[in-house]
């Protein structure tokens, strides 16, 4: 009997419950006017894997500190500027563009179904509503239809949301805050956990990774920049042919010849 009861027992069912993380990073541009866009971008990632991507990133960053590897935040707008440490002491502009690629190759290598995710919201487009809002709940369905998609399929995995802690400044966090409400305004499925979980992007290499994401798809589309996004296109969620991961959000072109709103018009 004694074996049966354990069998049963909440904890040892609770092991079989497997997780699919989305993690979450914007821009930076939530509060810039002078930026066309605001992008939410993410990795999706099945939870044994999360523990490799961070492998990679830290074996990645001893290679740029070698003395202190923890202390190398992956911050892709930083990387750019080259104004704070370390990454100040990497002075060509290239070889700081080089460290934003090798960490999108650590995405754009994975063999394990880590899928990406990104809104990029033409803020003048939509002048009443909150950027964030819009490509916060764009995300989130997209990351449903992936969760239902594979429990059609046979595999039921539950999702969670992990953002940035430091996200204050967005309405992202309040956002999340409210998601148990939310979440069924949208439409969402019980997919995914009423919780969004907080976490610290200096401490969380899977943050930094999508911190990238979301800048590749900022300066796809506001500065016509495809360099970074071409690296990691393949990865992003899609079935049939068709992207579903990656949404340009916008009402001003209709002819419109970007891998999303195309890959929309052939489907
Ligand atoms: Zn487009």
Redo the contacts with the bound molecule.
Sequence with gaps: MAVRWALFHPAVFLRHIMYLCIYLDDSDSAGNKDEDYLVLGGISVFERQVYWLSKQLDELAALIWHEDPQAVEFHASEIYRGKTSPWDTVKGRDERRKVIKDVLAVLANDKHGTTAFACAVHKSSFPNRDPMEVAFEQLCNRFDLQLRRMHNQGDTQRGLIVLDESSYETTLQQLARDFRTIGSEWGLTKNIADVPLFVDSKASRCVQLADHVAYSVFRRFNAKDTQYLDLILPKFDQDQGKIHGLV?Y?TYDGN?M?P??MSRKMA
């Design positions: 340009h916008q419109c970007c999303a709103c």
